[in-house]
């Protein structure tokens, strides 16, 4: 069964700061999708950036970044210029190709200083 | 755009007492999710549908949980009778196809007293 691991329950950085989060995840195939979401107090989980396991290149989307390692089966996340709307819960989550069940990890929840 | 919409917001209700959810997916989205999650926790899906068809309800607790998707448009989850554990948030999901991306509703906060 796959697993998405985040070990780090919370995180905290000053604004305009550079924070990365970590997450890991365990799986035997070799097509599947990976994705950070973004749940802010509002409860609604906002996808932030997505990435195929095909691609070698490491997506991006604006101040956020993810770094791709597929042979360790790791997909970090780092937010550049931290803002305080960044503050919120932040999830890892993996789908298997040809599978349509989404696994997410715990969450980090992630606070950004003034 | 609309996005994902769920209703209510909140609900706090006794336990035994029967519950009901409600969704309405993003217009011409093809498969919508229900998913539990408890606090601290990422969310579980509970079931997916394939416009009108359950093709995955292996984690809904059938005992006391019911859904349907009538028209393959809006769903509605219902609990009947709620317990105490399940107390949580109960969110909705919607994709263009099976295999696509998930646009989530803001959930409902479901508190059993």
């Known amino acids: 069964a796959q697993t998405v691991t985040q070990s780090q329950p919370e995180m905290s950085v000053q604004e305009a700061e550079t924070v990365t989060l970590s997450c890991t995840y365990d799986t035997s195939e070799n097509n599947y999708y990976l994705f950070w979401y973004k749940q802010p107090p509002s409860r609604q989980m906002i996808l932030v950036i997505r990435q195929e396991a095909y691609k070698q290149q490491n997506a991006t989307e604006n101040r956020f970044s993810v770094n791709f390692q597929k042979a360790a089966k790791s997909f970090s996340l780092k937010i550049s210029d931290s803002q305080l709307g960044d503050t919120a819960m932040y999830f890892c989550?993996?789908?298997?190709?040809?599978?349509?069940?989404?696994?997410f990890g715990k969450g980090t929840k992630l606070t950004v200083n003034p | 755009e609309a996005g994902v919409v769920q209703s209510p917001r909140y609900k706090i209700i006794e336990k035994k007492q029967p519950v009901a959810f409600w969704c309405n997916p993003i217009?011409?989205?093809?498969?919508l999710y229900w998913y539990l999650q408890n606090l601290g926790q990422g969310p579980e899906l509970l079931i997916r549908y394939e416009n009108e068809e359950a093709v995955d309800d292996s984690q809904l607790p059938k005992d006391r949980f019911s859904a349907e998707r009538l028209k393959g448009v809006d769903s509605t989850l219902k609990i009947q009778p709620a317990e105490l554990g399940d107390s949580a948030v109960y969110l909705c999901?919607?994709?263009?196809?099976?295999?696509?991306?998930?646009?989530f509703g803001a959930g409902t906060r479901l508190s059993v007293l």
């Open positions: 217009s011409g989205h093809n498969t």
């Open positions: 999901a919607s994709s263009l196809t099976s295999a696509g991306i998930q646009y």
């Open positions: 989550a993996f789908i298997q190709g040809g599978s349509e069940k989404l696994v």
